[in-house]
T-cell receptor, first 115, second 116 residues
Framework: KAGVTQTPRYLIKTRGQQVTLSCSPI?????VSWYQQTPGQGLQFLFE???????NKGNFPGRFSGRQFSNSRSEMNVSTLELGDSALYLC??????????????FGPGTRLTVL | AQTVTQSQPEMSVQEAETVTLSCTYD???????LFWYKQPPSRQMILVIR??????QNATENRFSVNFQKAAKSFSLKISDSQLGDAAMYFC?????????????FGTGTQLKVEL
């Protein structure tokens, strides 16, 4: 079974631009979560989607948004990019929404650099 | 809010030796899950081991085991017979059972180096 895939793997943008990152979960998984990883702040939860609905949201400004499609694929969008948005963005998928045996499987991440 | 603390930014271990990584957490919940994830250099994060808080027995996965002390809110990872492939960043993570979905709260990580 294929793992979690994220595209693109690397991205370079300039301040003020917007960016869209994509995540395809493991087949059959319906929950997708997004995390931002930076050297200074570590791993921080952005949001989680399940059945095309945002179920949980972290403490990030409204410039960060996401959505999930009927096939469970998810995208996250960052508008008006700032230098501080440079990070590794990780996507994780799991079978359901916090089921007892659920485990999150992570993708390889998208490395975003904002110049 | 839950917090997870890893007080060891870096650890080193000789190949074939045993090393213990520390993790403490803070929560007011009585039931929750705890995890150790491994992130090798430039590779994706993988689950090492998980522990359900309601289970008293410490989880074990091959060479990896945990020491879960619920009252002390401590969750350490022991790696036995360390191998070169164990070199990675290790993250301790917490997940609530109710209300948080699959949201993981991570510690800051411990960089493990394995020496010959």
């Amino acid at each position: 079974k294929a793992g979690v895939t994220q595209t693109p793997r690397y991205l370079i943008k300039t301040r003020g631009q917007q960016v869209t990152l994509s995540c395809s979960p493991i087949s059959g998984h319906r929950s997708v979560s997004w995390y931002q990883q930076t050297p200074g702040q570590g791993l921080q939860f952005l949001f989680e989607y399940f059945s095309e609905t945002q179920r949980n949201k972290g403490n990030f400004p409204g410039r960060f948004s996401g959505r999930q499609f009927s096939n469970s694929r998810s995208e996250m969008n960052v508008s008006t990019l700032e230098l501080g948005d440079s990070a590794l963005y990780l996507c994780a998928s799991s079978l359901s929404l916090a089921g007892e045996s659920d485990t999150q499987y992570f993708g390889p991440g998208t490395r975003l650099t904002v110049l | 809010a839950q917090t997870v603390t890893q007080s060891q930014p870096e650890m080193s271990v000789q190949e074939a030796e045993t090393v213990t990584l520390s993790c403490t957490y803070d929560t007011s919940e009585s039931d929750y899950y705890l995890f150790w994830y491994k992130q090798p250099p430039s590779r994706q994060m993988i689950l090492v081991i998980r522990q359900e808080a309601y289970k008293q027995q410490n989880a074990t996965e091959n060479r990896f085991s945990v020491n879960f002390q619920k009252a002390a809110k401590s969750f350490s990872l022991k790696i036995s017979d360390s191998q070169l492939g164990d070199a990675a960043m290790y993250f301790c993570a917490y997940r609530a059972i109710t209300g948080g979905g699959n949201k993981l709260t991570f510690g800051t990580g411990t960089q493990l180096k394995v020496e010959l």
